[in-house]
Nanobody
Framework: QVQLVESGGGLVQAGGSLRLSCAAS????????MGWYHQAPGKQRELVAL???????NYADSVKGRFTISRDNAQNTVNLQMNGLKPEDTGVYYC????????????WGQGTQVTVSS
């Protein structure tokens, strides 16, 4: 089982920025995608941003133009630059990876708290 280690959460005022980082505990063979999910208090976990091995990305409509996902394939790391933060961005952010020859494996990080004050 691959462990994902997240860092970079914290408390920030609305309009501020944070950068989340996630590193795999070991080299992952055949990564299909890495990304970030957001779980607001009392709500389901939702996709924020995803980046595939070929570099293509997907973003939730709510973060387009504000968040940018990037990755280092060689280091098996993924980052999420969050600008223009809003109170509704508050919640736990989970790192995610899908890997294996046919994407048959998944791993999740333990989550990092982001709190945006108004």
């Amino acid at each position: 089982q691959v462990q994902l280690v997240e860092s970079g959460g914290g408390l920030v005022q609305a309009g501020g920025s944070l950068r989340l980082s996630c590193a795999a505990s070991r080299n992952i063979f055949a990564i299909n995608a890495m990304g970030w999910y957001h779980q607001a208090p009392g709500k389901q976990r939702e996709l924020v941003a995803l980046i595939r091995h070929d570099g293509t990305t997907n973003y939730a409509d709510s973060v387009k133009g504000r968040f940018t996902i990037s990755r280092d394939n060689a280091q098996n790391t993924v980052n999420l630059q969050m600008n223009g933060l809003k109170p509704e961005d508050t919640g736990v952010y989970y790192c995610y990876t899908k890997y294996g020859m046919i994407g048959e494996y998944e791993s999740w990080g333990q989550g990092t708290q982001v709190t945006v004050s108004s």
